[in-house]
């Protein structure tokens, strides 16, 4: 069943209020170890929950080529002395990424994908420790800290992020974190080595760190860190799309054109610009800024500085974007934001306490807590992705059969056996993957291609003419593969008289070139 975004995001709100009451009847304060041991264990939760969830993808065949294949094979081309950041495709990676060699030693000790699949959700559960004390430093109070690094972890997001292929962009909430923890404790040199480094993860937190910049310069005394995160976004900008690109890697960067900033005349610039305004005006941006704020019980709309200088950058970069993905926050583009909401919610809470403590409504701090937990649980339950929730949004219609889990575990036996369907026609896919000899050339899906890609020379769908072996699965199914062009692709095929035909279990097709100077294993 369908229902309006906004009708399930309002039961999320409706079950604010009997955690209120309960926080509003609890007195006793939490003592700082108990603090302590919920936030850690959460993380330690998080963590191991999130990496069995991947490595049951893995097996699954719910990771791609597009990018989970690109970043292996990047560090498997590495590792191998092939070059550095060079993927399966041929030519250099295309975004500007060196953070992603951090994991080089691990796949020059082992080299496997499995680094990947376990980094992910231990570096992004890693983020809440530092958010915890960060809070505890601004908030003086071990409940109250624990409460923002618990809404970071519940946040759909999260889920979204820890469950889709892999990114290093997985490592900004942590830096992040690092950098604000290092603010609370008045290490500005510290402060300015993670925000400065941030675009080292990926060319798109020159945003987040002109945003820190914005936000230096709003407080009394720290104006010259400001000036300092506001040159090192301007400098990592020019190097990166004057310098990287067309001198070093001699490559275009065409992500830079989802933003259109440019034309060849003044009038056409200005378009441009106007364009991507009015794309804060489409109906979808609402939802989406009530999907980001939900999760955190709208605590950062209380900190001025941390909604307009922190948040609303970050978020409104994938806004103004051209590309559809961005402006729904897809899979891996609400990176920056799962890293600098948490932090904006410690400043909103901090306000939250200091307007409480005005009005001498102190004993009121429980129920706002409370109901904050109770929201944070219900978006969880509601909104967290499922394993196999691939390219899935909600914002347009929340379907009920695509919710209801906790840690992304999901609660509908029909999704389990869904999960296990997927694993069955895996196992499938094996049996045919194994039987196609090494040194191939195979064009295949996104999702099939990555069974064969340490072994074969694979490409995506439709590839190059000719190839040893073309592969398909009805199972597995990528949102950038056109039908229409598929199915071009399989008639040609099957007209195709140099070519053999063959099927296997369900819907997997293969098509074996006769004339190729190999032999199929048996």
Request: proline share 6%; net charge positive.
């Amino acid at each position: 069943m369908t229902v309006s975004y906004y009708i399930a995001a309002a039961a999320a709100v409706a079950a604010a209020v009997p955690f209120a009451a309960v926080g509003y009847a609890v007195r006793r304060p939490l003592p700082e170890r108990a603090a302590r041991a919920v936030v850690f264990g959460a993380t330690a939760a998080f963590a191991l929950v999130y990496w069995a969830l991947g490595m049951l993808k893995y097996r699954a065949d719910l990771f791609g080529l597009w990018d989970f294949g690109i970043y292996d094979s990047m560090l498997h081309i590495a590792a191998q002395g092939g070059g550095l950041l060079r993927d399966f495709r041929g030519g250099a990676f295309d975004h500007f990424s060196p953070a992603a060699l951090l994991l080089l030693p691990g796949y020059l000790l082992w080299d496997s994908p499995h680094w990947l699949i376990a980094f992910q959700p231990f570096a992004m559960a890693a983020a809440a420790i530092p958010l915890y004390f960060a809070g505890l430093r601004l908030l003086r109070n071990p409940a109250y800290a624990a409460l923002p690094p618990l809404l970071y972890l519940f946040n759909p997001y999260f889920a979204r992020l820890a469950l889709f292929d892999f990114h290093i962009e997985c490592l900004f909430p942590l830096w992040f974190a690092l950098g604000f923890l290092a603010w609370t404790r008045h290490r500005m040199r510290w402060f300015l080595f993670w925000m400065l480094t941030l675009p080292l993860l990926k060319e798109d937190f020159v945003i987040p760190l002109g945003a820190a910049g914005l936000w230096m310069l709003s407080l009394h005394g720290k104006r010259r860190a400001g000036v300092l995160c506001l040159a090192g976004a301007l400098f990592w900008t020019f190097f990166i799309l004057k310098i990287h690109f067309p001198l070093l890697v001699r490559a275009d960067y065409w992500h830079y054109g989802r933003y259109e900033l440019f034309a060849p005349t003044l009038s056409g610039t200005l378009a441009n610009f106007g364009a991507m305004l009015a794309r804060l005006v489409q109906p979808h941006v609402p939802a989406v800024l009530l999907s980001v704020l939900l999760p955190f019980a709208f605590l950062p709309l209380l900190s001025w500085r941390g909604m307009i200088l922190l948040v609303l950058p970050t978020l409104g970069i994938q806004l103004v974007s051209a590309f559809d993905q961005q402006q729904l926050l897809f899979s891996h583009y609400a990176s920056a934001l799962v890293g600098v909401l948490p932090a904006a919610t410690i400043l909103g809470l901090r306000q939250l306490r200091i307007l409480l403590r005005k009005k001498k409504l102190t004993r009121y701090t429980g129920a706002a807590a409370g109901a904050a937990l109770g929201i944070m649980l219900a978006a969880h339950i509601l909104f967290a992705d499922l394993p196999q929730n691939r390219y899935y949004i909600h914002l347009a219609g929340y379907d009920t059969a695509r919710g209801g889990s906790l840690l992304s575990i999901p609660f509908s036996a029909e999704r389990r056996a869904e999960l296990k369907g997927k694993l069955r026609n895996a196992a499938e896919l094996k049996r045919v993957t194994d039987r196609i000899p090494d040194n191939a050339t195979v064009v295949a899906q996104n999702e099939t291609g990555l069974k064969l890609l340490r072994r074969c020379r694979v490409f995506n769908v439709p590839g190059p003419e000719k190839a040893d072996f073309y592969l398909f699965d009805r199972e597995n199914f990528h949102r950038y593969e056109s039908p229409e062009e598929l199915n071009a692709l399989l008639m040609r095929l099957l007209r195709d008289p140099s070519y053999r035909f063959e099927r296997y279990g369900k819907g997997i097709l293969l098509f074996r070139k006769i004339s190729a100077p190999v032999r199929m294993k048996r």
